[in-house]
Structure formats: structure tokens, C-alpha cells
């Protein structure tokens, strides 16, 4: 009688294989999104924040739909100080050697007022749609990471946490640059200072960014993780990263809302 001594290692050695193949192509991929990012800057050009906003502002969808409701607002909340802000933003990412430009509108929405004198707010959602990396088989998807604060000051214009969610063919569903558990921490500088865009709804625009936050290394990519982290060039030190938002915000007070 023959024995195949190899049978029961086939199906391990069958799916390395197949794996290392799609980390290949992937690798070859990101390596000429590297090549070009090297050499081929200056003709290519930066997407600045900027860039078409006025062009792309029939498709800034500004409503309140994720607005928190009454009931979600702080106990001893008095609705006519409290107002929810529904505000889009387009612009340029950068995450160690790769520039994605937000060419489709990051929406987020939130209420703040005052309960007993102190500014509060609550948080309502964040929406966002892949964003592709050029050259590549990948899209990074900003995602809320649990952290916002939205109250401006002479040092900033507001902080906020994301994770930036990584897909593309081979890539696992949960892998990402920063975690729920450590994100991505922005501390948001104004650009720009605000201007109004309409009076009724009120809709007021300006610019921010974060040129100076930390972007740690690839998480829950599997095997595809070192890859990854190598060709994106993941951890990348402050300096390095970056964020220019060019921003709209619609206002609607609470008071008089069912």
C-alpha cells in the first residue's frame, strides 16, 4: 500500500503559497506607489485642502440626521443653549510615505452647549467612504476612534481620534493603522479662519490641520502586517504625517426641537 506521507501538510502548503503570492503582487504594488512618490513628486503635485471646494459643494451633503436626540443630551441640558453642528471636510492625508487625497467628504456630527455654565458636548457620528491609494490595490477608511473635542481656543481648534482602516484583496477585514484601544491623536490648528457660507442654515467654512501627529504601525493585518509596515514606512515619527481639511459646518439650535 503507497502512503502520501505529504497529504496531510498539502492544504497549509497550498494556502502559504497562495498567500505569498498575493503578498507579492501586493509588495510590487506599493513598491511603484514608492518609486513614484520618490521621483515622481514634482511632477504629480500635492492636492492641497483647498483644491475644488467650491466645485465640489453641491455634493457636501450638510444635514442633521445623526444629530444626538434631547434625551442624549447631559442631564440638566436646557435646549435653547445647545445646538448640533453637521460638518463635512475634504482635503489631503498623509500617513508615512503615502498622500491620499479626501476627494469624498469625511462627515462628522455633534452637539455642544452649556449645562450649569461648563461647555459640553456630546458626540453623534462619524461617515466616511474609502479612500483609494493611488497605484495600489488599497483603500485606507478614516474612522472614529472614540475621542473628540470640538471646543476652540488660542492653542487649537479642536482635537479628535481616528483609525484609519486598511482593505484591498488579501487584506484582513480588522487590519488597521491605529486601534479603538490607541488611536490616531489629531490636535487640529486652524488654517483658515471662518467665514460664513449662508445665513440660513447657518453653514460657516474654514480650514484646519495637523501636521505633527504620530502614525504607529499596521494592526491586525496578519502576516500581511511587516509588509505593510515596511513599504508604508509605519511607525512614521511626528513631522512625517499629516492632515489639511478644508471644512463646512451647518448649525441648528436644540431650541424649539421636538
Known sequence: MDIDIAGPSRPSAIHLEAFMLRARRLVMALSALALAAGTGAAT????HAGAGADAGADARQLDFADCPSLSELPEGADPAKWRCEAMTATGQLSLGRVEVPIDRPLA?????GT?????RQVFGAMAATPLRVRGTPLSITPRYGGYSD???????????????????PGVPPGCSIGTDAAPVHLV????DPPRVV???????AFGVADNRFTAPGTSGCGRLGPVLDKVLRL???AGVNGIDLDARVALRPYGGAG
Open 44 to 47: 504629480a503635485g500635492p492636492v
Open 108 to 112: 462628522i456630527t455633534f452637539a455642544e
Open 115 to 119: 449645562v450649569d455654565g461648563q461647555f
Open 150 to 168: 470640538f471646543e476652540s481656543n488660542d492653542e487649537r481648534r479642536g482635537e479628535l481620534d481616528l483609525t484609519f482602516r486598511i482593505s484591498g
Open 188 to 191: 487640529l490648528k486652524e488654517t
Open 198 to 204: 449662508s445665513p440660513d442654515p447657518l453653514v460657516v
Open 235 to 237: 511607525p512614521a515619527p
